[in-house]
């Protein structure tokens, strides 16, 4: 596969997980799953079940829920081809990891950790694929924090595709690469 850096996004249940554990398996080499959840109740210790139930023994997981900028040098160099599942649990985990931060502070550490892991995906050289999740297609959330998530995600996922070799879109269990028909238009004044 010679695409390097890969995002995946869609809805809850779209099957974007899926796609991508799919996606990854098509990777020559040694594979490294990155599980950003938190165990933390019985509900997500199902799903966090269900998920580790699909995935090949061979594959090597790494639990990273805070400081993953930090740790993904060192677990790119353990692997050939990493997914990191998700990012929008992640800078939930992060965003309460950090919840003492004013929001515009908050805001702009979150964007920072994220230009980090890019970074450090990029100059592995390595396929790495990112999985998050598309929040922001519903109705304005009502509290002012739900707002600020939604929002920050939408950023987060700008930046990501901005960088990505592909960007995959998961509708319904039916998945479409959309990065090579994006329509880009000329700067214009305004």
């Not at 990891?97 to 990029?122: G, I, N, Q, Y």
Request: glycine share 6%.
């Amino acid at each position: 596969m010679e695409k390097r850096l890969i995002l995946v996004t869609g809805g809850a249940r779209s099957g974007k997980s899926d796609f991508a554990e799919r996606l990854l398996a098509l990777c020559d080499g040694t594979k490294g799953y990155i599980a950003t959840a938190v165990n933390d109740d019985a509900e997500m210790g199902r799903r966090i079940k269900r998920h580790q139930e699909r995935r090949p023994q061979s594959w090597r997981t790494f639990e990273v829920p805070q400081r993953l900028a930090e740790r993904l040098p060192q677990i790119l160099t353990a692997v050939d081809a990493a997914l990191i599942d998700c990012l929008t649990v992640y800078l939930s985990n992060w965003l309460f990891f950090h919840r003492s931060l004013p929001e515009d502070m908050a805001a702009e550490r979150a964007l920072a950790e994220v230009d980090s892991l890019l970074a450090a995906a990029a100059a592995s050289g390595k396929t790495v694929i990112f999985v998050t999740n598309e929040v922001g297609g519903g109705i304005v959330p009502m509290e002012k924090l739900s707002r600020f998530y939604r929002d920050l995600s939408g950023l987060m996922n700008q930046r990501v595709a901005a960088a990505a070799d592909a960007v995959y879109l998961s509708v319904a269990g039916i998945t479409l690469e959309i990065k090579s028909r994006q329509v880009l238009l000329p700067e214009a004044e305004r």
